[in-house]
T-cell receptor
């Protein structure tokens, strides 16, 4: 599975967009980009995933560069409840085990 | 909301005791996972199962054992708890297709 690199921490003002970057320069053609978040040591929560097209759901948008070497998770209007550790994970979809490797992630602090 | 449940939420126990952490899901998922996470640290996969009667060790060595006799149930057992086992244990499951894992709320274990 491709390795990802994320900033250790970021701040965002409440109500503004939070843009969380992720580098995955060794991503393979069949690997997806997944985003999860973990709020204050609760169980991680799935946010969104994509292969090469940009994706949007009720929680966030995922922008993947054309060369797929990096991506950005966008929370359009961050709230205090979005303060969490955000994990960018790259791996193939499906497969026998479905294992995910969680790295350090980015700690997002949303400030009033 | 994911239908995956972990009990107990908190457990304080003495050294040498045998404990079983329960994890159940009602989504009919084939794949289930156990992660271990120390405060402020990364999640590490310690066990996984891709179906009934299948169990595999994860990326982090653990003295715990697991069983998968029923699809919905994936208990984790420590035969003789030690203070080094103090940690949070998170259970997850995923179905076919994309690797979207649904997590339980976790069990915080303290071994005195």
């Amino acid at each position: 599975d491709a390795k990802t690199t994320q900033p250790t921490s970021m701040d965002c003002a409440e109500g503004r967009a939070a843009n969380l970057p992720c580098n995955h320069s060794t991503i393979s053609g069949n690997e997806y980009v997944y985003w999860y978040r973990q709020i204050h040591s609760q169980g991680p929560q799935y946010i969104i995933h994509g292969l090469k097209n940009n994706e949007t759901n009720e929680m966030a948008s995922l922008i993947i560069t054309e060369d797929r070497k990096s991506s950005t998770l966008i929370l359009p209007h961050a709230t205090l409840r979005d303060t969490a550790v955000y994990y960018c994970i790259v791996r193939v979809a499906g497969g026998n085990t479905g294992k995910l490797i969680f790295g350090q992630g980015t700690t997002l602090q949303v400030k009033p | 909301e994911a239908d995956i449940y972990q009990t107990p939420r908190y457990l304080v126990i003495g050294t040498g005791k045998k404990i079983t952490l329960e994890c159940s899901q009602t989504m009919g998922h084939d794949k289930m996972y156990w992660y271990q996470q120390d405060p402020g640290m990364e999640l590490h996969l310690i066990h996984y199962s891709y179906g009934v009667n299948s169990t595999e060790k994860g990326d982090l060595s653990s003295e715990s054992t697991v069983s998968r006799i029923r699809t919905e149930h994936f208990p984790l057992t420590l035969e003789s708890a030690r203070p080094s086992h103090t940690s949070q244990y998170l259970c997850a499951s995923s179905g076919q297709g994309p690797n979207i894992q649904y997590f339980g709320a976790g069990t915080r274990l303290s071994v005195l």
